[in-house]
C-alpha cells in the first residue's frame, strides 16, 4: 500500500503524541490518588478509563497504519473493527456516566465523552468502507477520526486535571483552602 508512505510522518508525530499522553494521565491519577473521594472508582471508569482507551486507540491505529500490508483487506478490517467496538464501548460509557454519583456532567461532558468519540468511532466505519474504493480518501478519513480521538482526550484529560486541581483542591490541615487568599 503505497498510499500509506505519505502518511508516515502524520502517525510518528500522532501515534508519539498519543504514547506520551498515556503516560501523563498515569502521573495525574498518580498525583491525585491521596484524595479519592467515595465514588471515585464510579466516576474513573466514566471519565479517565474512556480518555486513555481513546488514547490506545488513536496509539495502536498509528502503530498499525505503518505495518507493511500487501493489501487494504487486513487494515480495512482492524479499522472496521474498531469502529464497531468503539461504539459498543461508548454504550458502556453512557451507561457508566449515567450510574456514578460523583459527578453530575454538563453538556460539555456529554459532548467531549460520548457524542465527539462516536462520531470518531463511526468514522472509522465509513473509512473502512471508503478504502476499499477509494483508498486516499480512506486514508484522510482515517487520519481524521484518529486526530478527532486524539483531540478528544487531550480536552479530557485537561478537563479531568483542571477539576481535580481547581475544583476539588484539598485544604489544608487548618481547613484552608490555598487558593483563597489571607
Do not use: C, E, M
Given at each position: 500500500m503505497s498510499e500509506l508512505a505519505e502518511w508516515e510522518s502524520f502517525y510518528v508525530i500522532i501515534g508519539s503524541a498519543a504514547g506520551a499522553l498515556i503516560g501523563l494521565q498515569f502521573v495525574v491519577i498518580t498525583l491525585i490518588a491521596d484524595r479519592p473521594s467515595q465514588y471515585a472508582a464510579e466516576a474513573g471508569r466514566a471519565f479517565a478509563t474512556p480518555t486513555i482507551v481513546h488514547f490506545t486507540v488513536t496509539l495502536v491505529l498509528s502503530a498499525l497504519v505503518r505495518v507493511p500490508w500487501h493489501s487494504t483487506g487486513p487494515f480495512r478490517l482492524l479499522v472496521f473493527g474498531t469502529g464497531i467496538g468503539g461504539v459498543a464501548y461508548l454504550v458502556a460509557v453512557l451507561r457508566r456516566m449515567k450510574q456514578q454519583r460523583a459527578y453530575q456532567p454538563v453538556f460539555e461532558d456529554w459532548l467531549f465523552h460520548l457524542l465527539f468519540p462516536l462520531a470518531a468511532y463511526l468514522?472509522?466505519?465509513?473509512?473502512?468502507?471508503?478504502?476499499?474504493?477509494?483508498?486516499?480518501?480512506?486514508?484522510?478519513?482515517?487520519?481524521?477520526?484518529?486526530?478527532?480521538?486524539?483531540?478528544?482526550?487531550?480536552?479530557?484529560?485537561?478537563?479531568?486535571?483542571?477539576?481535580?486541581?481547581?475544583?476539588?483542591?484539598?485544604?489544608?490541615?487548618?481547613?484552608?483552602?490555598?487558593?483563597?487568599?489571607d
Open positions: 468514522t472509522f466505519v465509513v473509512a473502512a468502507t471508503l478504502l476499499a474504493t477509494h483508498q486516499r480518501d480512506g486514508l484522510l478519513v482515517v487520519a481524521a477520526a484518529i486526530l478527532l480521538l486524539l483531540l478528544v482526550g487531550i480536552h479530557n484529560a485537561w478537563d479531568a486535571a483542571s477539576y481535580h486541581v481547581l475544583v476539588r483542591r484539598k485544604p489544608d490541615d487548618r481547613g484552608v483552602d490555598p487558593a483563597q487568599p
